[in-house]
C-alpha cells in the first residue's frame, strides 16, 4: 500500500509558509476508504485552496490517481 499521507505532505510542506507546522493525519473508515486531513496554520489555509478550490482539487486529484493502481479510495480534506 503506497503511503498517501508522505504524498500529500510533501506537496503541501511546498505550498505553505511555515512547512514545520504542517500536520497530516490518516485514518481507514468502515467502508475502506482511507481518509487524509490536512492541518496547517490559519494563515496558511487560503494556499492550500487556492482560487475557487483549485489547489486542494489538484492535490485531491494527483492522491486519488496514485491510488488507482492499487485499487483503494481515498480523500483528502482540510481541518479548520
Not at 481507514?28 to 496547517?40: A, F, L
Not at 494563515?43 to 486519488?64: Q, S
Request: proline content about 4%; overall charge negative; glycine content about 4%.
Amino acid at each position: 500500500m503506497p503511503d498517501y499521507s508522505a504524498l500529500v505532505e510533501f506537496i503541501v510542506k511546498k505550498l505553505v509558509t511555515r512547512p514545520d507546522e504542517v500536520k497530516i493525519s490518516s485514518s481507514t473508515d468502515e467502508h475502506g476508504v482511507i481518509k487524509i486531513m490536512i492541518s496547517v496554520p490559519q494563515e496558511d489555509i487560503g494556499r492550500i485552496i487556492g482560487k475557487r478550490g483549485a489547489t486542494i482539487n489538484a492535490i485531491r486529484l494527483v492522491t486519488k490517481a496514485s491510488a488507482v493502481k492499487s485499487s483503494e479510495r481515498v480523500d483528502v480534506d482540510i481541518e479548520e
